[in-house]
């Protein structure tokens, strides 16, 4: 946590202003605040390993409890919520540079979630979120910051920090917020590293002053929050009076979608995002958009009534014109990262030629994802050994397909 930040977050229950604590939990690495104690009018926070939580609930407290005995390994540990002896050794991997999302993720999340996050950057709704977010930059207010709420572990904050995670020329800061901060922490260590981080609840109001933000997303995670009318308000209430906000993938009460949550009507939606114009866009046709005609059109605002019967959607609110547009698809970004086969495929070598098959990694994965058949082929054959780091020399003139289609991805860093 840069200290910095400070001057962004308040308490998200008082609203007060929050101040370091001058005691044995305060470790600070040059400008960055590594642990310590949060106080304000009303209550106290811990930061754990870069990372401010900003809950009021029992495993937080005890966290807290553990930075201020001096004792950082238990204070990890219970905000990781794994035991001692793994969360010690997934700090010294991540000291080492030797930790890798796949290794991390097996740990912190062994279950159909870490399966879904380990595949993110190549599932169907982050295909138009990624092309989504990358088109509103140029409509956002130069000079940022930007905020990913309810961001997981960083793959769309990956997309908004722009090339090597850093953030890009146009803004001062990217942020990401989630309730976990496991999630938060993956994030920070290997996905997205530069940018901020912010543990919190979107059911509560958000712990950032007022006017901050020149881009608010929030991708699929709406559906699931109890308290829409709140986080709707203050989404609108941290954006800049003429940023922008993005709900990329909003289940849709009137469509049938796997794990639905609790979706509202399209026309509910819109109606909460009144004050910031939002648009309606389809999300089925988003996806032809970009796959059949190479074009993202964000002026398409489609009705309540045209929504009808539609899985999903995506809304995207801002009082400048500008961000209502149809746009050529964006070209894949200089390589950023480390290019690799995407983990989707089997990758069979022999004779220096490589061949990837398609697999799933379970049947309930593909039910709800099975659909990236679309850009993903079954089966490519690829004169290059492809079984670790590709140089894009290696594909010649089939690299910026090959990364089109996602068949090979720009990861981050020990990613796999």
Request: aromatic share 6%; glycine share 8%.
């Amino acid at each position: 946590m840069q200290a910095t930040l400070l001057d962004w977050i308040r308490c998200p229950f008082c609203g007060t202003r929050l101040q370091l604590v001058d005691n044995a939990a305060l470790a600070r690495d040059d400008t960055r605040i590594v642990a310590g104690v949060l106080g304000c009018e009303c209550c106290a926070f811990p930061v754990i390993d870069g990372i401010p939580i900003l809950l009021a609930d029992d495993a937080t407290r005890t966290a807290m409890h553990a930075l201020e005995r001096g004792d950082r390994d238990e204070a990890l540990a219970t905000a990781l919520d794994v035991s001692r002896t793994e969360a010690a050794e997934l700090a010294r991997a991540a000291g080492a540079a030797a930790l890798t999302y796949r290794d991390a993720i097996g740990v912190l999340a062994p279950d159909a979630e870490g399966t879904y996050f380990l595949h993110r950057f190549s599932d169907p709704t982050f295909v138009s979120a990624e092309a989504l977010v990358r088109v509103l930059s140029g409509a956002a207010p130069a000079g940022g910051p930007w905020l990913d709420l309810c961001g997981g572990t960083g793959h769309l904050t990956h997309a908004l920090a722009g090339p090597g995670g850093e953030p890009g020329p146009a803004r001062a800061e990217t942020v990401i917020a989630d309730l976990y901060f496991w999630k938060l922490w993956l994030a920070t260590h290997i996905t997205t590293p530069a940018a901020g981080a912010v543990c919190c609840s979107a059911d509560a109001p958000l712990p950032f002053t007022s006017d901050r933000f020149a881009m608010v997303v929030l991708m699929d995670a709406f559906p699931y929050i109890w308290h829409k009318r709140l986080c709707a308000d203050e989404m609108m209430r941290v954006a800049q009076p003429d940023g922008v906000i993005a709900l990329p993938h909003l289940h849709s009460s009137e469509g049938e979608n796997y794990a639905a949550g609790d979706p509202l009507s399209p026309s509910a939606y819109r109606d909460l995002f009144a004050p910031f114009r939002p648009a309606l866009l389809s999300d089925a046709r988003l996806l032809d958009g970009l796959l059949d005609d190479a074009c993202l059109d964000l002026a398409d605002d489609r009705s309540p009534e045209q929504l009808r019967g539609e899985p999903s959607l995506t809304l995207v609110a801002s009082r400048q014109a500008g961000a209502r547009r149809r746009v050529s698809a964006p070209e894949p970004a200089a390589v950023a990262g480390v290019l690799r086969v995407n983990p989707l495929y089997a990758v069979e070598v022999r004779d220096g030629r490589s061949v990837l098959t398609l697999q799933f990694p379970t049947p309930e994965y593909e039910e709800e994802f099975g659909h990236c058949r679309r850009y993903l082929p079954e089966r490519v054959a690829v004169d290059a050994d492809l079984s670790g780091p590709i140089e894009p020399r290696q594909l010649g003139p089939r690299c910026a397909e090959l990364r089109r289609r996602r068949v090979v991805l720009d990861l981050p860093p020990r990613y796999l």
